[in-house]
């Protein structure tokens, strides 16, 4: 922006009261559409359903009006509670899904809400069409018929296609269209259960003329441009399910680390089959296998590998075949041992005289090929009189080997060491060494003096111990105790790590930055293996966490004016040692008291009784016991709320001039009465893609009411940028918060209406637009250059004074225009002169004014010419004035009406495509003039037909358009 214009904007700016007449209003809102609907439908009940093709885009935008400006959501809710929980929001006034798929189609709901009354929600059933490609499967069954001998083959093809709308078969042979009826030996039916989405073809008792090639045609008629599919299927006597065998071992046994191939081929089917690879229990294939045909390759294989594998076989005839393999990884893993004391004398511990057995398990792959040997001192042991060694059987449970050591003496103290190995080889031992000697005893737990309850801070590190003892050691096992009174059912708290149990080789369990929720009681235990065959031994831990205190508010933030009073509270939510307390309140750095809390209170206050300069700042409530403290935070302040800028009026304004334009600015204040009253307002402006600001303060006289709209006049912006507009509240204290808006330059209303014409001899139109929700657009043109080639019959030769090159706006029927189709051309809005004519005497508050155009329809195809007049508001509604059918021929006419309107309006021409293409219609010489129409043509008779009301998803909320290059 020059200075020379940012100083004339600066001295030309104009502030105006709404009389402290509130402007808040709850909130209303609208769905509209655009990009590829393929229908917008209205069914029961005012359910909107629009319609889409899969892959299109969909583009919905909510349309809001209230004060303060509400804040949109979108959400979807879908028929099934499973979509329901994959609900998202979206915070933006545009839905827009980029090649939507089936799975997004559902109700869309758009949500408004600005505080006042209860949100408004409106919604929009998005159906999405789709059809895949159909499949062809053949059945077939063979029955002996009785007293004869021969056998009856009866073949079924069923045809699948998944679809939206649901879908229409036709079946053919060869080029022969098959209906129900044209053939004895075919029957064609839908099942019951599968309505409309499968059809059987029938073939009875089979022919050699059934022989032949089918195909099945799936269509939905075209619905959203969807194209028919197709699927062919030759049957012949070959015509067979397929069958396949595995050329392997099953199970296949190998070592981890090879390179494993699975091979099957099909041994029979017609057509051929397709053959693929699948895991049990839809696990995937291992990420480095190959399938090459009927080929499965897994390199480099692992324990995690194994399993069984299958392979299936299809070609849509019958069922599929299915055969299956195991894959079986060699592999020893989970050693581990345990000693049994003598079980017949009932003594847990280890004796002279007495037997003892030595337990060691170990879970291997394959299990059939699990072997132990057992070392004494490393020398090798065989089984004998007093030591017996036995196996379990590896098919009824994991490998388990015993050394029964019977009538124990001092000699058989020493290491004994237990070896696993697979008889194949290929695969490291396995080997655990046990002890037996004098000093061999059970274990034994304990928790060290003092320290079975133990008190924390939070925040700190804590170790809880349980002294073990017993040769050899075993492993602890650390868990959670269900607290007394606990409710039998409720699970066991997890452990600090999230699992169920920690294990611990030292008895130790460390919880690093223990919180409060880790309170409460721990037992250790000794583990089951690892140790001895006794009775588990355990011990209780309690451990009590304490906490600061936990306050609200946290944070918050009070404005007042001078001298009033108010009061200030600080909550107790919990705390550990709950009582004790003592509160300190603060203003800065300043002590302004102390107390401590009774049994009863949960809460203290502090109280201002008349605020001063000196009172501004922040307040602080320190809640403390002796875990620590816990902060509630006040900060006072005389800032001003922000602004709320008003969006629900035509901003615009009127200004003749070729390069400048202005805005009207409006708005409300928040809460004018929470602080001093507001002395100005600072307005900033700069222009978009520019660093530098203007600025400059609105003086404001007397009290701002709550809902009063404040208007202010912004000159001499440049066409056709875009300013970003700050607006900042000053009180005594000083500045407010401030709130930004951008200014985007728009053809401006024109505030006093006196004459309006338009030949559309200008590329601009005069500022008519084209309506984005008709089915096609109007066209300028000239005689001079319109192809009348194909079409010659109908349309204008000559603008409405006769030139060939003048222009005119008209409607193209041809191809590919629809009979119905509609084009509509919407005017500038128009606010009424409320100084210039007097009002009619229909209505006290409605102007007269004189539409009046040329029209040309010729051509016996000629659709309907409608006019409608359109008034804006908070529901804006198209009313009928004028209407015109049929071929009127080749000459142009006048039309003349009078309109009533009672607020800012807009005229619409409508027009619609009629049987054929010879049907264009033409306008030209468009003018509107105050006052009753004189000397209106004999030719000038409205329709009978009803006033139409506006589509629902018709755009209502028009952009504010000035009247600018205006035909004289």
Known sequence: MGSVVALLWLLSGVLQGAGGQGVYAPPTVRIVHSGQACNVEEERYSERVYTIREGETLELQCLVTGHPRPQIRWTKTAGGASDRQGDSALLNETLRIESIDRHQGGRYYCKADNGLASPAIRSIRVDVYYLDDPVITVHQ??????????????????????????????????????????????????????????????????????????????????????????????????????????????????????????VCVASGGDPPPTLAWARAGEEELPKRSVINGGTLTVPAITIDDGGAYSCVASNNVGNPAKKSTTILVRGLRKGRFWITPDPYHNDDNIQIGREVKISCQVEAT??????????????????????????????????????????????????????????????????????????TVPPELTV??????????????????????????????????????AAAAAPAASM??????????????????VTREMSGTYRCQTSQYNGFNVKPREALIQLVVQFPPTVEPVYTEVRQALGRAFSLTCRLLRAHPARLLRYEWKLGSRLLTVGEFSDQKDDTSYLVRALNREGYGEYTC????????????????????????????????????????GFKLQWTQMEPGAVDRILAYRLGIRQMGQSRWWEQEIPMEGNIQK???????????????????RLTPITRYGEGDATERIITYSAPVNPHLREFQCGFEDEALCLFSQDKSDEFDWTRHSAATRDTKYTPNTGPSSDHTGSKQGFYMYIETSRPRLEGDKARLISPTFNMNSRGSSPSSSSSSSFTYCFAFFYHMYGKHTGALNVFLRQKGPSPSDTSVWTLTGNQGDRWRQAKV??????????????????????????????????????????NLRSLAPPTSPHIWQLCITLSLAVIGQRR
């Open 622 to 661: 320190d809640i403390t016991n002796d875990a620590g403290a816990g902060r509630c935070t006040f900060l006072v302040t005389g800032k001003a709320y922000a602004p709320e800028f008003y969006h629900d009026t035509f901003s615009a304004l009127w200004q003749n001039r070729p390069r400048v334009y």
């Open 707 to 725: 809902g009063e709209l404040l208007t202010y006049n912004l000159t001499e912006l440049v066409k056709p940028e875009s300013y970003l507009i």
């Open 366 to 439: 394959p299990p059939e090929e699990l072997q132990f040997s057992w070392l004494k001192n490393g020398r090798p042991l065989r089984s004998s009189e007093r030591m017996v060694i036995t196996h379990t059987d590896t098919d009824v449970s994991p490998g388990t080997t015993n050394l029964d050591i019977i009538d124990l003496k001092f000699t058989d103290f020493g290491t004994y060491t237990c070896v696993a190995s697979l008889r194949n080889g290929g695969i490291p031992e396995v080997s655990i060494d046990v002890n037996i000697s004098s000093t």
């Open 141 to 262: 069954s063979v029955g002996e018929a009785k007293e004869h001998f021969y056998f009856e083959r009866t073949v079924f093809l069923r045809c699948v296609a998944n679809s939206n709308p649901p879908v229409l078969y036709t079946w053919r042979r060869g080029r022969s269209l098959l209906t129900q009826g044209s053939d004895s030996g075919v029957e064609i039916y839908e099942p019951f259960f599968t309505q409309g989405e499968t059809k059987i073809l029938k073939l009875k008792n089979l022919r050699p003329q059934d022989y032949a090639d089918y195909t099945c045609i799936s269509s939905i008629r075209n619905v959203c441009g969807i194209v028919d599919k197709s699927a062919l299927f030759s049957l012949n006597n070959r015509t067979a399910p397929p069958s396949i065998k595995l050329l392997l071992d099953d199970p296949l046994v190998v070592n981890p680390g090879e390179t494993v191939t699975l």
């Open 448 to 485: 060290p003096r003092g320290r079975s309850h133990l008190i924390a801070q939070e925040g700190d590190t804590v170790d809880l111990q349980c002294l073990v003892s017993g040769k050899p050691k075993p492993i602890i096992l650390w868990s959670r105790a269900e607290e007394s009174g």
């Open 898 to 939: 009078d309109i009533h309107p009672t607020t800012a309006f807009q005229m619409v021409l409508e027009g619609v495509r009629g049987s054929g293409i010879e049907g264009d219609i033409a306008i030209d010489d468009v003018t509107i003039e105050e006052g009753d129409c004189k000397d209106p043509p004999p030719n």
């Open 496 to 513: 600090p790590d999230g699992l169920a149990q920690t294990e611990s080789y030292d008895g130790v369990l460390r919880i690093s930055n």
